[in-house]
């Protein structure tokens, strides 16, 4: 059956076929949705373009999260093209590399507020100009990772930028949950993208997860996707400002 059939979601944060996000947006387009992609320069233009061409019906627009009015024109755009909107999915982070090696004591206030900015702060700038166009309830998503809640090496600055996050995921669901807008994170077990390229010693991150993990293996983008779609579908209709760990249970132990 197709679970999201009739739906309009928009998916940010596309940067190449090894995204999470794209693996979200193959299962949403599995299950009927209808999709608009964002890419945040030219820089990835390309790339997204070529992918989403492979999704039918769907539209690629541009979008840097840290330009206000580069988001206030998306939701006209949405507006526009879509009517309504029933989906958000927010698949974005960054920060400097010098602050994702050595010490967290050593970050600076520029690098601290950057990361910040994209990294979390974008949730509520697009949640607050998107969430209008979810005229007939909706679901909005983000990424996240333990680093949040656990200090992990080389981590840094995004561990303390996924813990607003995972905040702003709390607080968004209570402002949001009387117009039926649920908002929730997945956080998922470390995956080999280009984001994880930032991190240093990622390869000794995903040896410890295939030794300790209960599933023993790393966790796979499809695994991601299907439970974004699980958060983005009826089904999770009960479901919001909660974190949801895909990581193979990594999370339990040790
Ligand atoms: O192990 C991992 N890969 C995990 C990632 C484990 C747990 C969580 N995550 C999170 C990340 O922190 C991020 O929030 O998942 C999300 C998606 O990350 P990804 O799929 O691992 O990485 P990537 O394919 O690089 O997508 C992130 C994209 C950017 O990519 P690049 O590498 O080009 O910076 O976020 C986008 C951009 O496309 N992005 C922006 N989009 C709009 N405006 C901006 C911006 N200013 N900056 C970055």
């Not at 702060?121 to 007939?136: H, N």
């Not at 561990?159 to 402002?175: C, F, M, P, T």
């Amino acid at each position: 059956g197709e679970l999201l059939a009739g739906k309009n979601i928009i998916v940010m944060g596309v940067a190449n076929d090894r995204s999470i996000a794209w693996a979200i947006a193959q299962s949403l387009a599995e299950q009927g949705a209808r999709l608009a992609f964002t890419y945040e320069s030219e820089r990835v233009e390309g790339r997204v373009r070529k992918l989403a061409e492979t999704i039918p019906n769907s539209l690629v627009l541009p979008c840097n999260v840290t330009v206000d009015a580069e988001i206030d024109k998306l939701a006209d755009t949405l507006r526009t093209e879509f009517g309504v909107l029933h989906g958000l999915v927010h698949s974005i982070a960054f920060a400097k590399a010098e602050d994702l090696a050595g010490d967290f004591l050593s970050t600076s206030r520029e690098g601290f507020a950057l990361a910040h900015d994209i990294s979390a702060y974008s949730l509520v700038a697009v949640a607050q100009r998107l969430s209008g166009l979810m005229t007939e309830g909706g679901s909005i998503m983000t990424m996240t990772y333990m680093g949040a809640e656990r200090v992990m090496r080389n981590y840094n600055v995004m561990g303390v930028a996924k813990a607003a996050l995972e905040s702003s995921v709390r607080y968004l669901a209570n402002d949001l949950g009387p117009k039926n807008i649920r908002v929730n994170a997945i956080s998922a077990g470390p995956i080999r993208t280009l984001a994880a390229k930032g991190i240093s010693d990622f390869n000794s991150i995903l040896k410890q997860v295939e030794e300790k993990a209960p599933l023993r293996r790393t966790t796979e983008t499809a695994e991601v996707g299907d439970t974004a779609m699980f958060l983005l579908s009826h089904l999770s209709r009960g479901i919001t400002g909660e974190v949801i760990y895909v990581d193979g249970g990594y999370n339990i132990v040790g």
